[in-house]
Structures are given as structure tokens and as C-alpha cells.
């Protein structure tokens, strides 16, 4: 079904027809219902769905007002028994990142908790308020990087006083990811740990 949809509905609100969400949701009313779209020829963004049993005849219509993706870049972290730290990724999202953990923890066997952490730029010159992440006590004091050889880098913020950390990166080597300098808002104090970035490949 394609037609020119009323002036009421065209807003100005982002929508983005490759959203995860509503392509999922696509397949999954096809398969009960028929399925018509109505597209604004204008820029051929989706606005409104009729969805029909097939067996009625009933029918509803929605309105496709606005979108949000989960694009922001996270990686894994993984603490081993001994809490040794090690990071996966990047991933394009934090559902992404939380979704790799089963998979991790089935291709190794010394992994006692995972956490996502959301990646910062090394050009980030500040880390905002909400770049620190919680986690529990006993590891935030002992957590410790792990010597392994990794194809990239992470710089690993640790607070341990707070119980906090964030993440920096990718950096290309150890070596870079060391030298990254803190932003003059982090506490000298909080520990600048080097932190073994694998790709989901490396653990396939």
C-alpha cells in the first residue's frame, strides 16, 4: 500500500526504516497478518501500518511516529577468577555488547562476570558525568589487566575508592593506549589500566 498520508503526519521526527525494532516487528506481524505500509513519496519514509486479519477482515491502523537506535559504541569486559580483566568488541550498541556475553562465557571457562562499558573517543578531552560505570566492591579493588597478546587496546579507568570505571579506545597498541594522557577532569588517583581488546571473532 503506498499513498500520500495526510499533513498531520508530516512531522519532522526522526524515523529510520532500518531500525532494528521495527524490522523485526515487520517479520513477525507478516507472519499472522497482511501487512500494508504507507509510504511518503516524498522521501519514502514508512508512517503508518494497517494491519489485517486474514480471517476477519478486521483491520488497525498505527501511526510510525519516531525511532531511537542503539548505535553507541561498547565493548565487554570480562573478569576472569583471578580478576583479570580482558574487553571484547567494539560493538555497535549496548544490547550488542550484553548479547556477545553468553557466547563468551561458552568459548571460555574461567569467566566469573561480564560488564558493558560504553567506549570513549581518545579525543574526548572531558568524560561526561554519566561515563562511569558501578561494580561490586571486590572487583573494583582488585581487577587487574590481564597478560595476554591482543590484536588492539583499551584504557581502563578504574576508581577504586567509588567503585567505578570507564572505558578509552581502541588504541592500535599496549603502547598507546598507556601513553593516552587522563583528561584534566579525572582524579590523578584513579588507576590507568592497559586492557586486552579482542574482537567477537578472536573467541569464536
Given at each position: ?89 567494539p560493538f555497535g550498541g549496548e544490547n550488542a555488547a550484553v ?106
Amino acid at each position: 500500500m503506498k499513498t500520500e498520508t495526510p499533513n498531520v503526519l508530516d512531522t519532522q521526527h526522526h524515523f529510520d526504516p532500518d531500525n532494528r525494532a521495527y524490522t523485526r516487528f515487520l517479520t513477525v506481524a507478516s507472519e499472522h497478518f497482511d501487512v500494508g505500509q504507507w509510504i511518503r513519496d516524498a522521501d519514502q519514509r514508512p508512517v503508518m501500518m494497517t494491519m489485517t486479519d486474514v480471517a476477519s477482515g478486521d483491520s488497525f491502523t498505527v501511526a510510525l511516529m519516531d525511532s531511537v537506535e542503539d548505535t553507541s559504541t561498547h565493548v565487554l569486559t570480562a573478569f576472569d577468577l583471578d580478576c583479570q580483566i580482558t574487553a571484547h568488541g567494539p560493538f555497535g550498541g549496548e544490547n550488542a555488547a550484553v548479547s556477545y556475553a553468553p557466547h563468551l562465557v561458552m568459548a571460555r571457562g574461567d569467566i566469573a562476570a561480564t560488564r558493558s562499558l560504553r567506549l570513549h573517543s581518545p579525543d574526548v578531552t572531558a568524560l561526561p558525568a554519566d561515563a562511569w560505570t558501578a561494580m561490586p566492591p571486590e572487583i573494583a579493588e582488585a581487577a587487574y589487566p590481564a597478560l595476554v597478546d591482543a590484536p588492539a587496546a583499551i584504557a581502563v579507568l578504574f576508581d577504586r575508592q567509588r567503585h567505578l570505571f570507564c572505558a578509552v579506545g581502541p588504541f592500535p597498541a599496549d603502547a598507546s593506549a598507556a601513553d593516552w594522557p587522563l583528561p584534566t577532569d579525572v582524579d590523578p588517583q584513579v588507576a590507568h589500566l592497559v586492557v586486552a581488546l579482542f574482537t567477537a571473532q578472536d573467541n569464536a
